[in-house]
Nanobody, 125 residues
Framework: VQLQASGGGLVQAGGSLRLSCVAS????????MGWFRQAPGKEREFVGGINRSSGNTRYADSVKGRFTISRDNAKNTVYLQMNKLAPEDTAVYYCAADGSRSVIVESDGTRYDYWGQGTQVTVSS
């Protein structure tokens, strides 16, 4: 599967952005989807993920209550709605697909098989 992330940009602190990640192929609904981010000089970190049927989501503590992940399997798309953005949210954001048979939304990026190219999010203070 190929993943294409978009929607990044420059936003002021307190603002919102919605990232989208479109997947190619017919089996999108079979993948657990995750969002990760990497800030300059820092390691990649898990932001959140959603299971195949949208019945379960998982978030990093740093984004809980501010970010929401959803998916539309009919459109092969997963979304990351980011509200109350802060400068520390500045990073390149990546979507990823877990093609295993697991039912758990993993926070370990090594569990994900496919990655998008990333989209830059910059939050100014």
């Amino acid at each position: 599967v190929q993943l294409q992330a978009s929607g990044g940009g420059l936003v002021q602190a307190g603002g919102s952005l919605r990232l989208s990640c479109v997947a190619s192929g017919r089996t999108f609904s079979s993948y657990i989807m995750g969002w990760f981010r990497q800030a300059p000089g820092k390691e990649r970190e898990f932001v959140g993920g959603i299971n195949r049927s949208s019945g379960n989501t998982r978030y990093a503590d740093s984004v809980k209550g501010r970010f929401t992940i959803s998916r539309d399997n009919a459109k092969n798309t997963v979304y990351l709605q980011m509200n109350k953005l802060a400068p520390e949210d500045t990073a390149v954001y990546y979507c990823a697909a877990d093609g295993s048979r697991s039912v758990i939304v993993e926070s370990d990026g090594t569990r994900y098989d496919y990655w998008g190219q990333g989209t830059q999010v910059t939050v100014s203070s």
